[in-house]
């Protein structure tokens, strides 16, 4: 420990004809990634909770992202750095680029599929987490459901989704990870 | 000597920040481990999203943003994440780079156990930044269908994340701060940092150096943890008043006396009061007898002389404790809890009193040794008990806050508490953007109107 003294900007490294353009931006970033990158905590990973919830008769559904994963997404997606601890419109971006890449059909026992109508309830931040709520009404006749769930999965290839579907004390895991882009669960 | 190589896409991010982590993170570290053996530390600016260690030299990704005014702005999230990010592989210097586990075996032994130690560094750096290893938040992970144990080869690892990073992390966490209290684990964790400096543990060598080490059995948290896809979910499902008898009739009988007239009275005879019915013995008082004036906690000596016998039967001793028994009138409780999750777990309860009180108990896991799924607690407290709640500080990762109250409480949906709150907490302004208003004064008024 004692040989530690402060050293800043020893030396400093140019990147010559770095891309600037927004275009070329997402390119940038897949092109940066590297297999086996040890990421610090672990990122690159969201969770889903889809709730029964009987007290009020809708499906609960609440996406939990780190906030820094879902920073350099929104930036990719909008072509410009978002701030999403700092901006309510960043935020509203990502929210509204997560639900256009998450979807619920619904089957009823006589194998019909409706496609439920999520509607967006909002976002918010806790701690290293930014949260974003959809919900639905809960349908009478339910047999299975099929979920799509591609937010951040579009973006990297090594993102893995969670999903925990919650309904009558039991829990039913979806793991998104891979090439997967769909997997249904019977409830 | 701590470095930071950074080309001017790093900024004041780097230039203020990164050197700074490096000599902090080295400081923690040593303190739980040993002293830093090499002469350089290196924090290199590499532009990609994340992190990779190497002996001596780190690549972390963060930079700056570049503005229309030339200027280099970074956002909080960005922040946060170069400081963790350094720490995190510097943190790697010493595992698995100095304590050298095999991370093509067993990724968690590098991952979890810097993750845990990158936790401690980041709170000592910033307590105000939320670093994330808080235990509740491996909750969705634990109780999830697709999962394998953290002791799993790696390359048959499902979601490497959860499995080898924070799960493991959280564990040791908890070890730390639940289990083993910090002086007990410290010693034991940096004695094993000493024996396996510059050698190649494997996870026999890291469960058996921090018992030794410890002199405490961690075999069950480490089953538990590490070889189990349990999660931890502890019910109290009811707590039962109990009052100890006197032996002494002419108090017990009273007593019992009191306890049935307590219930409710018939609903039926009551109705007929209302009725204005008399019943026949109101009616015709010659049929009253005996009866009508005793009932069965009616004392009568034959109960008294066996009390006395019973009395003159004891040893001087026994006769102490129950006449200190029955003069202190204590209340007391059996607590009936179940496992429900299948990972055995100390019992942290918080009893709350009818005086207003509160009383912390920490039971060790050892409790479930002989039931691991049902177990009962006897508590005698000299008040009264209002309520008790499990784990009230959230310090072990259970999974269903429901039935941690007894008697219950109605725990919101995450949804349902977001709309009470207006949709949203404080925390979602934009008070860099706010802060730029002016401030209205009358004559503004006068305008707008
Ligand atoms: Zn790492």
Known sequence: MKMMSRTTSLSTILLRGRPRTALLAPLTLLCCLMP??????????????????????????MHRFFIHDAEHAAGVVFGEAQNLMESAD???????????????????????????????VGEEIEGQFLWVYQEAKQLKDLSALSVVHVALRDIWPDQANLVNVEKDGQIYSLSFADSVESLRVEL | MAMSYYPKEGGTLWSDLSTEVVIHTLEVYSRFSFDFPYPTAISLNAGFLGGMEYPMITFNGPRTTLQDDGSRTYSLAEKRFLIGVVIHEVGHFYFPMIVNSDERQWTWMDEGINSYLDSVAGREWDAEIPWGVEPRYIVDYMVSQTQVPIMTQSDSVLRLGPNAYSKPATAINILRETIMGRELFDFAFKEYSLQWEFKRPTPADFFRTMEEASGIDLDWFWRGWFYTT???????????????????????????????????????????REEGRQTWVERNTDVRDFYDDNDQFTVTNKERNSYNSFLEGLEDWEREVLDRAVSEDLNYYILELSNEGGLVMPVILEMEYVDGSTEEMRLPAEIWRKNATQV????????????VAIDPMQETADADIENNYYPRRIIPSRIESFKSEGGGSLIGRDVMQDIKTELKTDEDDEQDN
């Not at chain 1, 990502?94 to 109508?117: K, M, P």
């Not at chain 2, 009962?376 to 309520?387: A, G, H, M, P, Y």
Request: proline share 3%; hydrophobic share 35%.
């Open chain 1, 36 to 61: 086996g990158l040890s990421a610090a905590h672990e990122q690159k990973t969201a969770v889903t909770r889809i709730l029964f919830n009987e007290s009020t008769g809708n499906i609960e559904v």
């Open chain 2, 376 to 387: 009962k607690k006897l508590i005698v407290s000299q008040n009264e008990l209002l309520s």
């Open chain 1, 90 to 120: 960043s935020r509203k971006f990502f929210s509204n680029y997560v639900i256009n890449r998450f979807a619920i059909a619904a089957e009823d026992s006589g194998g019909e599929t409706t496609q439920l109508n999520l509607e967006y």
């Open chain 2, 230 to 272: 349990d999660h931890v979910d502890i019910s109290l499902n009811r707590v039962y008043e109990m009052r100890m008898d006197t032996e002494n009739p002419d108090i017990d009988y009273a007593r019992q006396r009191e306890t049935e007239k307590a219930l409710p009275p018939s609903l039926y005879i009551q109705r007929n």
